[in-house]
């Protein structure tokens, strides 16, 4: 299981060297506080041929990679999350399909990046 996390972790820096894995203090909503892996900066998005870097943290919570990440986009001053947004939820949760595609099956993991 730990080959499958570090194979991940390293999917990701390949694909987005800003987003380097550390360990970090998160806390749950029952306000139980755990160090989990985390990966926090900017990702590139293109919206209407514009390219935006957005902030997001990346939590691979305790039962990764049975389960998927939690993501946040993490908005800066400047910024707000739209109403309304299809995959992103009002307190910066992102929820797209292919978030929840990495989990863990039979004869290996998907990874997220």
Same mark, same amino acid.
Not at 18 to 47: G, S, Y
């Given at each position: 299981?730990?080959?499958?996390?570090?194979?991940?972790?390293?999917? /990701?820096? @390949?694909? +987005?060297?800003?987003?380097? *894995?550390?360990?970090? #203090?998160?806390?749950?909503? %029952?306000?139980?506080?755990?160090?989990?892996?985390?990966?926090?900066?900017?990702?590139?998005?293109?919206?209407?041929?514009?390219?935006?870097?957005?902030?997001?943290?990346?939590? /691979?919570? @305790?039962? +990764?990679?049975?389960?998927? *990440?939690?993501?946040? #986009?993490?908005?800066?001053? %400047?910024?707000?999350?739209?109403?309304?947004?299809?995959?992103?939820?009002?307190?910066?949760?992102?929820?797209?399909?292919?978030?929840?595609?990495?989990?863990?099956?039979?004869?290996?993991?998907?990874?997220?990046?």
């Amino acid at each position: 299981m730990k080959w499958h996390v570090r194979q991940h972790l390293v999917h /990701l820096v @390949e694909a +987005y060297s800003n987003l380097q *894995p550390k360990t970090a #203090v998160f806390t749950h909503n %029952d306000d139980r506080t755990v160090n989990l892996l985390q990966a926090d900066d900017t990702v590139p998005i293109t919206f209407q041929g514009a390219t935006y870097n957005i902030p997001v943290i990346i939590w /691979l919570m @305790e039962s +990764y990679p049975h389960h998927a *990440p939690l993501v946040f #986009v993490n908005p800066t001053r %400047d910024m707000m999350i739209k109403r309304q947004h299809p995959f992103v939820s009002p307190n910066g949760v992102v929820s797209v399909p292919y978030i929840h595609s990495c989990v863990f099956e039979k004869g290996g993991a998907k990874p997220l990046f």
